[in-house]
């Protein structure tokens, strides 16, 4: 059988860096010494003790991106040399690498398959790069754009690896005195430590770091483990694990999962393998005990039937959800900074823009906001053509956040928009409706794919839709063929959410009397921005015929072409939470 690698030129020596952490990596470098194009040099990650120089080049392998992020932070020096490459042998897609601008002049750039053995990247150079800074860079890349920042907290490791999750100058030390090195300029916050020990206090912090030996299960790496790719229809049946595992999961265990109905995990489950399955959106079933957070593990015992595709979907967003609220880098790094009584920023605050010209519909829409939970909300509401009672606004927020601004009824819609924005406390910004359902968790989960999409904008397809009762019908509730956790080039007007900076790099919103959605939308895509469509279970379109900037025919939403399922009254997801009294029905 023809190697991986079989055409690869480097110029040597060269130094295979592999991780061996799980064995997954190395078992592919089988053959790799007698390649002609390779003069290779085998190095075992966990055998490194200091800097290792002299190179032509250097191939950086592991199995996949989570893997590679993780060993990013024991990379050593390894001098100068003209070519960097990373062979990840679990990973179903190929990445493009982006140079830095302080790297030397590059002069090749490939990003490819390796044969049928996962993805290559190279990159040549003019004249001698840094390989320890190209390798850094090549983990940060890896997950694609987005947020790679630590949120405010320094954590180094004393005798162990670093924890998933980019952490690329994390500091690893061979115990938990060295982080109170007084030579050192940036001390950490927390010391992650396999045994604990004293620390004297650090003069630049004016505190010892915090010893942390006991940080619970290890964190999953969102930015790779995630939703994106969900598939809400499947191909075969319940699987095993086994059958589509060799070992350790990994991006392409989780890429050949989507095809099934379910995997099925055994009793002696890793946790970590279990936490990637779960945070993906895989429906899992598990059998024993799990050594994860109680709602993750309630979430995963709920009675689910798996044959009914929307009963499915819910299940696999409440899993995912918990995973990545008790799981992810960003939880455990939450955790950590509350242990150590430092500052972090985690999920960030978010200004909720609500427009109306409605009066009738503002109790309702006070009500979507209020009962959102996961997330700090602060509701900027422009009234349109009418003066609300301030005081119903507060009593119906409780304690909420809020702002209340009027506008003359004949100012444009865009123009009422981009004052709420501009008044907004938060750097992120959501657009909500004043008639359409929201799910207690929805602005969380919109955050939640901001974070682990990295997307510019996020927001949910209008997938359910109730359309009011006209003269030739009565009330129904349509579920339309979208896909979901995909990006896109559309979602839903009233589930917007982006940062204000980009918002004021596009020059506000448009001033447009309607449609200031679609102008939106176009904006980001012309400025080379992502957009990313999340799940569509926690949001529900309202159509009264009537009232509505986005004019449409409501026959329009129940074309055969796209319709997945219809249903008489009133029939949300059970992921809206809907309350009896913001039923149309009156709660009957």
Known sequence: MTHPLHDVRLPGPTLVLVDDSDGLALDALHGIEDLPGIEATIVPLSTLDGPRKGWGSVLVVAADRARLRRMASAVPLLGQCKAVACWLTDSPVPWVLVPRPEWPRLVHLAAREAG???VLTVARFASGARAQLVVMEMARQ???????????LVVAYAGRPAAPGLDARAVLLPDVSGAG?????????????RRGGSVAPHHVIDRAPTVVTDPGPEPVDERVFNPIGFRKDWDHPVVDLARIARGPVTEGVVAAARAFQGVRLPADTRTADLLALAISGVPVVTEGVLDVAPPLAAALDADVDLDDPLRREEHSLAVRRAAFDHHSTLAWRSALASRAGVRH???PPVSALLSTKRPEMLDFALRQVARQRGAEVELVLAAHGFEPDRDAVRRALGDRPHQVLSFDGSEFFGDVLTAAARAASSEVLLKVD?????????????????????ADVVGMPSEFVYLHANDDRDDLTVRRNHPSEIFA???????????RGLLRSLGDFRRVRKYVDAQLLAGVEAAGGRIYRTHG??????????????????E?????????????????????????????????
């Open 181 to 193: 090195d007084p030579e050192r300029d940036v001390p950490p916050d927390v010391v992650v430590a």
């Open 142 to 152: 890896a997950a694609g754009p987005g947020d790679t920042t630590h949120g405010g």
């Open 116 to 118: 049928d053995r996962g």
């Open 434 to 454: 004043d008639d359409d359902w929201y799910s207690p968790d929805a602005v969380h989960d919109l955050l939640m794919a901001r974070r682990f999409s990295g």
């Open 556 to 588: 329009e939403f129940r074309r055969p072409d796209i319709v997945a399922s219809e249903w008489d009254g009133f029939r949300p997801s059970l992921a809206l939470e809907v309350d009896p009294l913001d039923r149309p029905d009156g709660g009957r």
């Open 489 to 499: 080039r559309f979602v839903a007007g009233g589930t917007l959410l982006l940062d």
């Open 345 to 347: 920023v985690g999920l």
């Open 537 to 554: 279970l926690g949001y529900v379109l309202r159509r009264t015929g009537a009232g509505h900037t986005w004019q449409r025919d409501d």
